[in-house]
Structures are given as structure tokens and as C-alpha cells.
């Protein structure tokens, strides 16, 4: 991995960089939410993007996963954010 991409990545447990593809449980704990509750989004199509990486097994982006944290920022409980924001119009 070139040298500014490692020094792109947080430091995970003891100091390591995080992973580029992060597993549902980490993902889960990053978000404060169940595994099952993820499986839900995928099924659905409500969560954040997913790499399937065969009939049972996905992965998450970090830097997916970063951006649509980043996307449901709000400043109040009544700013409907951009994706639904020009919906309405």
C-alpha cells in the first residue's frame, strides 16, 4: 500500500491501520447497530454500500461506509438532508 494511502487510515486496535474492507460485525459496532439490523439494510437496500464477496460473505468499504456517515449529517431533527431534501421539490 503506498505511504499516503497507510497514513490515510485511522489507527485501529493496537495501533494498527484499519482495513480497507471491514467485516459486518466491525461495521455493525462502528454504527451502533445489530448485524442483523445490517443484513436488514442489504436486503432492503436502505444501508451502506456492500461488496459481496460470495453467496455468503461481504464486506464494507471504510471509505464507503465513511461517506454515507458523512451524508446523514443533520443539523436538526427537521432538516430532512440533501437525498430528501429535493424529493419534496
Do not use: N
Request: glycine share 10%; proline share 9%; with cysteine.
Amino acid at each position: 500500500m503506498p505511504k499516503t494511502q497507510t497514513a490515510a487510515l485511522a489507527d485501529g486496535p493496537a495501533g494498527r491501520p484499519i482495513p480497507e474492507l471491514l467485516l459486518p460485525a466491525e461495521v455493525a459496532l462502528i454504527l451502533g447497530v445489530s448485524t442483523r439490523t445490517l443484513e436488514g439494510w442489504r436486503l432492503r437496500g436502505g444501508g451502506p454500500a456492500f461488496v459481496q464477496i460470495s453467496a455468503r460473505a461481504c464486506r464494507y468499504r471504510r471509505s464507503v461506509l465513511e461517506a454515507w456517515i458523512a451524508a446523514r449529517a443533520r443539523k436538526s431533527t427537521s432538516d430532512p438532508g440533501p437525498d430528501e431534501a429535493g424529493a419534496s421539490a
